[in-house]
């Protein structure tokens, strides 16, 4: 779902109503719902928390979504 690290929030939407798994993790743990926190994509962290993609997910550094997010300076934006 590399999609989400290019913003395209129709396209993960399409995506996702056709069966992608939100909480797919990469080699290194990193979800969909990482990628999309640490770029500062509101609204397709938005679109994959309401379908379920997990926001306590960790990946292999322990890391969660709001943590890439809170590093790269996405905190707030995606918090609120």
Do not use: Y
């Amino acid at each position: 779902m590399m999609v989400m690290m290019m913003g395209s929030t129709a396209v993960a939407r399409l995506l996702l109503d056709h069966g992608a798994n939100p909480e797919v993790q990469d080699s290194t743990g990193s979800s969909p719902l990482h990628d999309a926190a640490r770029e500062g994509f509101l609204e397709t962290v938005q679109l994959l928390c309401s379908f379920q993609a997990n926001p306590h997910v960790r990946d292999m550094w322990n890391r969660r979504p709001i943590d890439l997010a809170t590093e790269k300076g996405h905190h707030q934006q995606i918090a609120d």
